[in-house]
């Protein structure tokens, strides 16, 4: 695990944004039981592709016209339980992170992978969040 006062900056990124930090298996559940609507979920981390295009593009997605009702982050590496429990709810897909998952009425409608983010720009990540919330917001 990386020291607190390193990740805090990164934390910060998507919680001064809306962004609410789910940190224990009880808060995802409290997350997943209000299911109404549709909840956007980053599985932050310490990478340079999160850092340089994952938040970059989850944030400059929602500033079109459509959003998600809920914004909810768990940091992958640093709040082990949280992350497990959140991954369990972006199944079949594997553990990566970073990666952004799109529930609608509690049901896993858009997912972005960490493959999907690699090599990508943050606007390239920010186009294909803004489709899926044309779609589903």
């Known amino acids: 695990m990386y020291p607190e006062e390193l990740v805090r900056p990164m934390r910060a990124q998507l919680t001064n944004e809306g962004f609410h930090e789910l940190k ?3 808060e995802v559940d409290d997350a997943f039981s209000n299911n109404e609507g549709t909840m956007l979920l980053v599985v932050n981390s310490v990478c340079g ?3 340089g295009t994952a938040r970059p593009g ?3 997605s929602l500033t079109g016209n459509k959003k998600p009702d809920n914004l909810v982050t768990v940091f992958a590496g640093q709040d082990s339980e949280a992350t497990a ?3 369990e709810n972006l199944l079949p ?3 990566s992170s970073p990666a ?5 009425n509690g049901e896993l409608v858009h997912m972005v992978e960490r493959h999907h983010i690699e090599g990508r720009s943050a606007e390239m990540i920010a186009a294909n969040l803004m489709q899926a919330y044309e779609s589903y917001c």
Request: charged share 20%; hydrophobic share 50%; with cysteine.
């Open 49 to 51: 592709c999160a850092a």
């Open 93 to 95: 897909y594997p553990p």
């Open 100 to 104: 952004i998952g799109l529930f609608k």
């Open 58 to 60: 989850v944030l400059l």
């Open 24 to 26: 224990n298996a009880e």
């Open 85 to 87: 429990r959140a991954r």
